[in-house]
């Protein structure tokens, strides 16, 4: 089939939304199988109104910041950040480690907000706005954990699932597995699945009998052992999200 303009234009920055530190243009046009010529009018006009910045040394192309200000303003409609952020920030100080909210929104897992950053040497693309698969992420799983079987192969229908870690779940059945887990225990562990050398650990939160959130905490290996996990991180995340579920009664997301 086709492709029309428009949905050229659309694979184009979902591409560049999966590779947040750039893509040179080669690697663009072989990746979406469209010849360069297309592939740089489509680059400069996004360009000329800032919806993509071109490294001057590397020559990569990235998303640029006009996509943050839109999804900003999107975000602003999300009434659960302002009922989250003092808890985000308390669980922030509590723990010392990255805190962050997820939803799930067009089958994606998306980053709504986010407290500190990353400790030195420690490589984490996330921002608000950011969106990426489920699977490798414990706020992905959490999200997962009380979909139907169906709605899941509607998120996987192939039941191919990306590697991004060294740990990444690559089985579909074992996923399915790991998602039952996440639900009799109430929490998900993320053991370097996403990022070699990170960890982190999620828990659910509820409005209206269903999840429609997740809180997550994330850190390195070092600091966030699966010891201090289980015996402390398991016990602030689950706490901060029961805190956010309890006053989550009148959201609609």
């Given at each position: 089939m086709k492709l029309s303009t428009i949905e050229k234009g659309i694979k184009l920055i979902e591409l560049l939304s999966r590779n947040p530190k750039g893509l040179p243009l080669m690697d663009i046009s072989k990746t979406m199988g469209i010849n360069k010529?297309?592939?740089?009018h489509m680059l400069q006009t996004y360009l000329a109104h800032e919806y993509v910045v071109q490294d001057p040394e590397t020559k990569k192309y990235s998303l640029g910041f006009?996509?943050?200000?839109?999804?900003?303003s999107i975000l602003e409609g999300i009434d659960i950040r302002d009922i989250a952020k003092n808890h985000l920030i308390q669980l922030h100080e509590n723990c010392h480690e990255i805190v962050q909210l997820y939803i799930l929104k067009n089958k994606k897992l998306i980053c709504i907000d986010k407290i500190g950053i990353p400790r030195e040497g420690l490589s984490i693309s996330s921002y608000v706005g950011w969106s990426t698969e489920l699977h490798p992420a414990a706020s992905g799983k959490i999200l997962m954990?009380?979909?139907?079987?169906?709605e899941i192969?509607?998120?996987?229908?192939?039941k191919s699932?990306?590697?991004y870690g060294k740990n990444t779940i690559t089985d579909f059945d074992e996923l399915i597995e790991e998602v039952e887990l996440v639900q009799k225990e109430g929490y998900a562990i993320d053991d370097e699945e996403y990022y070699e050398g990170v960890r982190c650990v999620a828990a659910p939160i509820r409005a209206g009998g269903k999840i429609v959130a997740s809180v997550s905490i994330t850190g390195p290996i070092f600091t966030m052992t699966m010891k201090k996990i289980t015996?402390?991180?398991?016990?602030?995340?689950?706490m901060t999200a029961e805190k956010l579920s309890n006053e989550m009664v009148n959201i609609h997301l």
């Open positions: 010529s297309s592939i740089h006009k996509f943050l200000q839109i999804s900003s954990s009380e979909l139907s079987l169906n192969l509607d998120i996987y229908p192939d699932l990306q590697v015996q402390k991180l398991v016990f602030l995340v689950t």
